[in-house]
């Protein structure tokens, strides 16, 4: 089992930055694929980005150049920055985690992005 813990949505306006973070525990070393997800209201959950335990990272075309992500393995934690921030990116955030058995959620964080 992976537990996932998020923190550091918030409310912003428009062209600022947040740093969303996420810590994993329990069987950390199964642990492959790191990600970030979001859902906004009446939408269906899209990826942000993801990582593997290599560093390899890619990105969905509507945040490539402004949001950044990156994993602290000796801290179990994956970041995304968030910069230049739009409406648009308003939903909440999941962080992600993939074993070759399982994916785990964590309960997600609300981004708010007020024009």
């Known amino acids: 089992q992976v537990q996932l813990v998020e923190s550091g949505g918030g409310l912003v306006q428009a062209g600022g930055s947040l740093r969303l973070s996420c810590a994993a525990s329990?069987?950390?070393?199964?642990?492959?694929?790191m990600g970030w997800y979001r859902q906004a209201p009446g939408k269906q959950r899209e990826l942000v980005a993801g990582i593997t335990d290599g560093g390899r990272s890619n990105y969905v075309d509507s945040v490539k150049g402004r949001f950044t992500i990156s994993r602290d393995n000796a801290k179990n934690t994956v970041y995304l920055q968030m910069n230049s921030l739009k409406p648009e990116d308003t939903a909440v955030y999941y962080c992600?985690?993939?074993?070759?058995?399982?994916?785990?959620w964590g309960q997600g964080t609300q981004v708010t992005v007020s024009s």
């Open positions: 992600n985690a993939d074993t070759i058995l399982a994916r785990y």
């Open positions: 329990g069987s950390i070393f199964s642990i492959n694929l």
